[in-house]
């Protein structure tokens, strides 16, 4: 079973537009980790954030925020003001204590940002 | 600080040959991962090493894949022999501690094509 849910696919916007990348992830764990990751077009992934189970503030770095809510299992990330730069494909990932925090990705948000 | 280093980047090969993909992790990381990844899809855990032991090698398909990290620092992934639904990715990743949720760093990937 998928335990990590990235319904978009696929979006695009024009470059300076706020987007919202979501994730929806299940666990019966009480202590578990989300992280995101960027995958830009060379294909190396690049860590952006990591979050802890126990800690529901949200979290903003420069253009980047992201929206843990443990009552919908979600744990979104907004992209302020897009540049072209952000086109990239996005991997949220789930890390559960009880399967040795082994990291368990969505299928990935595929983000094109256009001039 | 040198990345996570993989080669080759690219491998094509026609179906049953054998195919070797090797990594060395970032100086002093002590865990070490091979992942696999479909074209749209997220990364897949094949197997997990803490120094030179493989913890966890559940989703390795240990017929025709084998792994080793002989002196806990580099290793090498082998198919052997290679079929058409390998063709992939092949992500190796590095973490300082022992699994835990730490940040993993991964290296630019294998691209493996079988013919």
């Known amino acids: 079973a998928q335990k990590v849910t990235q319904a978009q696919t696929e979006i695009s916007v024009v470059e300076k537009e706020d987007v919202t990348l979501d994730c929806v992830y299940e666990t019966r764990d009480t202590t578990y980790y989300l992280f995101w990751y960027k995958q830009p077009p060379s294909g190396e992934l690049v860590f952006l954030i990591r979050?802890?189970?126990?800690?529901?503030q949200n979290e903003i770095s420069g253009r980047y925020s992201w929206n843990f809510q443990k009552s919908t299992s979600s744990f979104n990330f907004t992209i302020t003001a897009s540049q072209v730069v952000d086109s990239a494909v996005y991997f949220c990932?789930?890390?559960?204590?009880?399967?040795?925090?082994?990291?368990?990705f969505g299928k990935g948000t595929s983000l094109l940002v256009t001039p | 600080e040198a990345g996570v280093v993989q080669s080759p980047r690219y491998k094509i090969i026609e179906k049953k040959q054998p195919v070797a993909f090797w990594c060395n992790p970032i100086?002093?990381?002590?865990?070490l991962y091979w992942y696999r990844q479909n074209l749209g899809q997220g990364p897949e855990l094949l197997i997990r090493?803490?120094?030179?032991?493989?913890?966890?090698d559940s989703q390795l398909p240990k017929d025709r894949f084998s792994a080793e990290r002989l002196k806990g620092v580099d290793s090498t992934l082998k198919i052997q022999p290679a079929e058409l639904g390998d063709s992939a990715v092949y992500l190796c990743?590095?973490?300082?501690?022992?699994?835990?949720?730490?940040?993993?760093?991964f290296g630019p990937g294998t691209r493996l094509t079988v013919l």
């Open positions: 990743a590095s973490s300082l501690d022992r699994a835990g949720p730490n940040e993993q760093f």
């Open positions: 090493y803490e120094n030179e032991e493989a913890v966890d």
């Open positions: 979050r802890n189970s126990f800690d529901e």
């Open positions: 100086s002093g990381h002590n865990t």
């Open positions: 990932a789930l890390s559960e204590a009880n399967s040795g925090y082994a990291l368990n």
